[in-house]
């Protein structure tokens, strides 16, 4: 897909405003929905590059913006961040060997793979063991460095872990902050960190979407906290394909 370059860059402007709004509603779903797009339109690389870089500004304002401390469970951290470091390692070699219409095919598989699974953890009757971390830990690493999407299996095991909206938010916010320095060091030892020339206003988008989205959150009830989260993977689901098709 190839656009002006002002209007590529007041596309990639909104879409990272309301990648932040979602991000801040739920704690995950800024590359969700973002993801696609920027491979359409920017290469993989820069993609992967551009989102952690606006995604952990996003991430940092939630938890420093916080209206009470935040309280992420901590052995769910560590144990989420520890299994993904191999994973990490993998998404990286995934990320260099794939070529450009790979990558989007296999974006677009993930995001819709991602609605499948979040429409069967609606129901949170059933909790998971904690030995369920590894497997959701170590494809939550690869898809990040991979993708930046490694939100989906972390998001599909905590639901099960018995937590509360905020508990999860602040959970999932943690674990990507904790992993933030090994995906950066694993993409630029793999030579797949490339940066796109105006990331840096980028960032002013990530962090207007915060604020709208932290005052959005507050808004809605756990129920429909649980409404909002399912609409945003459909939506993203449907930008994939919408990515494929025009690119």
Same mark, same amino acid.
């Given at each position: 897909?190839?656009? /002006?370059?002002?209007?590529?860059?007041?596309a990639?402007?909104?879409?990272?405003?309301?990648?932040a709004?979602?991000?801040?509603?739920s *704690?995950? *779903? !800024?590359?969700?929905?973002?993801?696609?797009?920027?491979?359409?339109?920017?290469?993989?690389?820069?993609? @992967?590059?551009?989102i952690?870089?606006?995604?952990?500004?996003c /991430?940092?304002?939630?938890?420093?913006?916080r209206r009470?401390?935040?309280?992420?469970v901590g052995r769910?951290?560590?144990?989420?961040?520890?299994w993904?470091?191999?994973?990490?390692?993998?998404g990286?070699?995934?990320?260099?060997?794939?070529? *450009?219409?790979?990558?989007?095919?296999?974006?677009?598989?993930?995001?819709? +793979?991602?609605?499948v699974?979040?429409?069967?953890?609606?129901?949170?009757?059933v909790?998971?063991?904690?030995?369920w971390?590894?497997?959701?830990g170590f494809?939550?690493?690869?898809l990040?460095?991979? =993708?930046?999407? *490694?939100?989906?299996p972390?998001?599909y095991y905590?639901v099960?872990?018995?937590?509360?909206?905020?508990?999860?938010r /602040?959970?999932?916010?943690?674990?990507?902050?904790?992993?933030?320095?090994?995906? @950066?060091?694993?993409? @630029?030892i793999?030579? =797949?960190?490339e940066?796109y020339?105006?990331? !840096?206003?980028?960032?002013g988008?990530?962090?207007? +979407?915060?604020l709208?989205?932290?005052?959005a !959150?507050?808004? !809605?009830?756990?129920?429909r906290?649980?409404?909002v989260?399912?609409?945003?993977?459909?939506?993203?689901?449907?930008v994939?394909?919408?990515?494929?098709l025009?690119?």
């Amino acid at each position: 897909m190839h656009l /002006d370059g002002a209007v590529l860059f007041s596309a990639l402007f909104s879409l990272i405003f309301v990648s932040a709004v979602l991000q801040s509603l739920s *704690g995950f *779903g !800024f590359a969700l929905l973002s993801a696609p797009l920027l491979a359409a339109t920017i290469g993989g690389a820069e993609a @992967v590059s551009t989102i952690i870089i606006t995604g952990t500004v996003c /991430d940092v304002a939630i938890l420093a913006m916080r209206r009470s401390v935040p309280r992420p469970v901590g052995r769910e951290v560590w144990a989420l961040a520890g299994w993904s470091v191999p994973g990490m390692l993998v998404g990286a070699w995934l990320l260099a060997s794939l070529s *450009g219409a790979g990558l989007q095919i296999f974006v677009a598989c993930v995001v819709i +793979g991602a609605v499948v699974l979040r429409m069967r953890s609606r129901e949170r009757g059933v909790v998971v063991r904690p030995a369920w971390a590894v497997p959701a830990g170590f494809l939550s690493g690869a898809l990040s460095t991979s =993708t930046s999407l *490694g939100g989906p299996p972390s998001v599909y095991y905590l639901v099960h872990r018995g937590l509360t909206p905020h508990a999860m938010r /602040d959970t999932l916010v943690t674990v990507s902050l904790v992993r933030l320095p090994l995906s @950066v060091a694993t993409l @630029v030892i793999a030579g =797949t960190w490339e940066t796109y020339e105006l990331w !840096f206003p980028l960032v002013g988008a990530a962090l207007l +979407g915060q604020l709208v989205g932290a005052r959005a !959150f507050h808004v !809605f009830g756990s129920s429909r906290y649980e409404r909002v989260v399912l609409y945003l993977l459909v939506a993203s689901a449907l930008v994939s394909v919408a990515a494929l098709l025009i690119g």
